[in-house]
Protein backbone atom coordinates (compact mmCIF):
# COMPACT_ATOMS: atom_id res chain seq x y z
CA UNK A 1 0.00 0.00 0.00
CA UNK A 2 1.50 3.25 -1.04
CA UNK A 3 1.44 6.27 1.61
CA UNK A 4 -0.21 9.38 0.71
CA UNK A 5 1.15 11.73 3.26
CA UNK A 6 3.27 14.49 2.67
CA UNK A 7 5.23 14.45 5.79
CA UNK A 8 6.14 11.57 8.46
CA UNK A 9 3.56 10.06 11.19
CA UNK A 10 4.87 10.42 14.92
CA UNK A 11 3.77 7.92 17.25
CA UNK A 12 1.71 9.85 19.72
CA UNK A 13 -0.48 8.90 22.71
CA UNK A 14 -2.10 12.57 23.81
CA UNK A 15 -5.33 13.67 25.13
CA UNK A 16 -7.73 15.53 22.72
CA UNK A 17 -11.36 16.92 22.77
CA UNK A 18 -13.11 16.81 19.81
CA UNK A 19 -15.60 20.08 19.38
CA UNK A 20 -18.25 20.99 16.94
CA UNK A 21 -21.45 23.18 16.70
CA UNK A 22 -19.93 26.30 18.06
CA UNK A 23 -18.46 24.20 21.07
CA UNK A 24 -22.15 23.02 22.28
CA UNK A 25 -20.54 19.36 21.42
CA UNK A 26 -17.13 17.65 22.65
CA UNK A 27 -16.16 13.89 23.36
CA UNK A 28 -12.84 12.83 24.84
CA UNK A 29 -10.21 11.30 21.95
CA UNK A 30 -6.27 10.04 21.84
CA UNK A 31 -4.58 11.60 19.72
CA UNK A 32 -2.45 7.70 18.59
CA UNK A 33 -0.20 9.69 15.74
CA UNK A 34 0.56 13.02 14.53
CA UNK A 35 2.15 14.72 11.82
CA UNK A 36 2.61 18.00 10.60
CA UNK A 37 -0.44 17.46 8.15
CA UNK A 38 -3.03 15.47 9.79
CA UNK A 39 -3.48 12.76 12.75
CA UNK A 40 -4.78 9.57 13.89
CA UNK A 41 -7.76 10.04 16.51
CA UNK A 42 -9.13 7.32 19.04
CA UNK A 43 -12.45 7.05 20.79
CA UNK A 44 -15.10 5.15 22.18
CA UNK A 45 -18.49 5.92 21.46
CA UNK A 46 -17.58 8.30 19.21
CA UNK A 47 -20.94 9.51 16.92
CA UNK A 48 -21.09 10.27 13.13
CA UNK A 49 -19.01 13.26 13.44
CA UNK A 50 -19.43 16.14 10.73
CA UNK A 51 -16.79 16.83 7.49
CA UNK A 52 -15.22 19.52 9.85
CA UNK A 53 -15.03 20.06 12.90
CA UNK A 54 -12.44 21.40 16.09
CA UNK A 55 -9.45 19.29 17.81
CA UNK A 56 -7.65 20.52 20.56
CA UNK A 57 -4.41 19.08 22.20
CA UNK A 58 -3.93 21.06 25.74
CA UNK A 59 -0.40 19.14 25.93
CA UNK A 60 0.79 20.93 22.84
CA UNK A 61 -1.41 23.95 23.59
CA UNK A 62 -3.19 24.01 19.88
CA UNK A 63 -6.29 23.73 18.72
CA UNK A 64 -6.90 23.13 14.82
CA UNK A 65 -9.59 23.16 12.31
CA UNK A 66 -9.92 19.78 10.92
CA UNK A 67 -11.38 17.83 8.07
CA UNK A 68 -11.93 14.03 8.55
CA UNK A 69 -10.60 11.85 5.79
CA UNK A 70 -11.22 8.01 7.03
CA UNK A 71 -13.13 6.18 9.86
CA UNK A 72 -12.58 2.60 10.56
CA UNK A 73 -13.83 1.41 13.72
CA UNK A 74 -13.24 3.82 16.62
CA UNK A 75 -10.04 4.82 14.35
CA UNK A 76 -10.66 8.25 12.25
CA UNK A 77 -8.00 9.75 10.24
CA UNK A 78 -8.34 13.85 10.07
CA UNK A 79 -5.94 16.29 7.91
CA UNK A 80 -5.44 19.72 9.66
CA UNK A 81 -6.56 23.20 7.80
CA UNK A 82 -5.25 25.34 10.09
CA UNK A 83 -4.45 25.76 13.30
CA UNK A 84 -6.21 28.47 15.66
CA UNK A 85 -4.22 31.27 17.10
CA UNK A 86 -2.56 29.70 20.55
CA UNK A 87 -4.34 32.60 22.43
CA UNK A 88 -7.46 30.45 21.69
CA UNK A 89 -6.38 28.16 24.07
CA UNK A 90 -5.84 30.76 27.29
CA UNK A 91 -7.43 29.65 30.79
CA UNK A 92 -9.19 32.25 30.08
CA UNK A 93 -11.15 31.70 27.09
CA UNK A 94 -11.84 27.93 28.40
CA UNK A 95 -13.35 29.16 31.55
CA UNK A 96 -15.64 31.58 28.95
CA UNK A 97 -16.57 29.02 27.46
CA UNK A 98 -17.53 26.62 30.19
CA UNK A 99 -18.80 29.45 31.53
CA UNK A 100 -21.30 30.13 28.57
CA UNK A 101 -22.33 26.23 28.02
CA UNK A 102 -23.34 26.13 31.86
CA UNK A 103 -25.48 29.63 31.24
CA UNK A 104 -26.90 27.98 28.15
CA UNK A 105 -27.57 24.84 30.39
CA UNK A 106 -29.20 26.96 32.82
CA UNK A 107 -31.56 28.58 30.27
CA UNK A 108 -32.66 25.42 28.71
CA UNK A 109 -33.85 24.19 32.07
CA UNK A 110 -35.84 26.72 33.09
CA UNK A 111 -37.94 26.69 29.92
CA UNK A 112 -41.43 25.15 30.96
CA UNK A 113 -41.77 21.71 29.88
CA UNK A 114 -44.63 20.71 28.15
CA UNK A 115 -45.94 17.59 29.13
CA UNK A 116 -48.40 14.92 27.10
CA UNK A 117 -51.61 15.85 28.91
CA UNK A 118 -50.66 19.68 28.11
CA UNK A 119 -51.48 18.65 24.51
CA UNK A 120 -54.56 19.06 23.08
CA UNK A 121 -55.10 15.81 21.34
Known amino acids: MSEKRNSARNPSFLGGTITYNHDLWSADCVVKNLSEGGARLSGRNLPALPDKFDLSIPQRNVKYR ?38 QDEAQSLRPKRLITDLAI
Not at 77 to 99: D, I, L
Open 66 to 103: VQMRWRVGDQIGVAFEHAYPSAEMTPEVKAARRQRRVE
